[in-house]
């Protein structure tokens, strides 16, 4: 498998495995327009490119020429010495090979080498991933509501990893 630094070229292939992945991870919890309108506002060319031009960093992991998943991070998130994860998804029928994990360790590897000191992210409260971040680590630090507009919200828990030994 190979992970490595999505180009402005390559926000496309994001968009894609979004569009691939979302359905299956947020279908029963959330419903079609709902799906639609947040694929439209964190997933649109626009959006990509404006996140990668706010510090966003964009890995792919592939093997044998297919696109398996993503992660993007922010180094010193929020004026602080940590590091955001903004997004992490595998496709559904690789996921539970250990892909996640590599992306994580990438951005904790990145995140050390820049001297912060944790790593933290948003989870749905409904979303399954929470399993997989405590099992890497993470812990709940708080419960979080974001208005993301059109009526609807993001119903969240703030995890965090420290990288402080």
Do not use: C
């Amino acid at each position: 498998m190979t992970l490595s630094v999505a180009s402005k070229n390559q926000l496309s292939i994001i968009k894609g495995l979004a569009y691939q992945i979302w359905p299956d991870t947020y279908g029963t919890t959330h419903s079609q327009e709902e799906l639609d309108y947040m694929l439209t506002k964190f997933y649109s060319i626009e959006s990509l490119e404006n996140q990668l031009a706010n510090s966003h960093i964009f890995i792919l992991a592939s093997e044998n020429n297919r696109n398996l998943g993503f992660i993007s991070f922010e180094i010193n998130a929020e004026k602080t010495t940590k590091t955001k994860i903004h997004k992490l998804y595998v496709l559904p029928q690789n996921q539970g090979k250990g892909i996640g994990m590599k992306l994580v360790d990438y951005v904790k590897n990145e995140s050390v080498i820049n001297e912060n000191t944790a790593l933290f992210l948003n989870v749905n409260k409904q979303n399954n991933a929470q399993e997989f971040y405590v099992k890497y680590g993470f812990k709940i630090t708080k419960d979080i509501i974001i208005d993301i507009g059109n009526g609807y919200i993001m119903d969240d828990y703030v995890m965090e990893l420290n990288l402080i030994r």
